[in-house]
């Protein structure tokens, strides 16, 4: 992907809050592996929210990325723990 990313102070301060396991993988994903995807429809589990084409969600492990797609920009918003069913 030739993107910008970015990183909005809810995903950084989400990010802080998770234990130190969680924190390493999502870190390692979100600065490092997320470039090697070639779309934005090869993330895991992606999926459009609402109506909007700018908004997805995608799964990693037992958490939930929420990201914001305009043009050649990605910004990561959140990063919040998958919930029960």
Known sequence: MNL???YARSFLLDLKNLE???YQRIY??????????AQIQE???????????IFYRFSID?????IEVT?????FLRV???PDL
């Open 62 to 66: 037992n958490y939930l990325i929420g």
């Open 80 to 82: 919040l723990p998958k």
């Open 4 to 6: 910008e990313v970015r």
């Open 71 to 75: 043009g050649h920009i990605v910004k």
């Open 28 to 37: 390692r994903f979100a600065f490092e592996e997320f470039m090697q995807f």
């Open 43 to 53: 993330l895991p589990e992606i999926k459009r929210i609402g109506s909007d084409a």
């Open 20 to 22: 130190a396991a969680a």
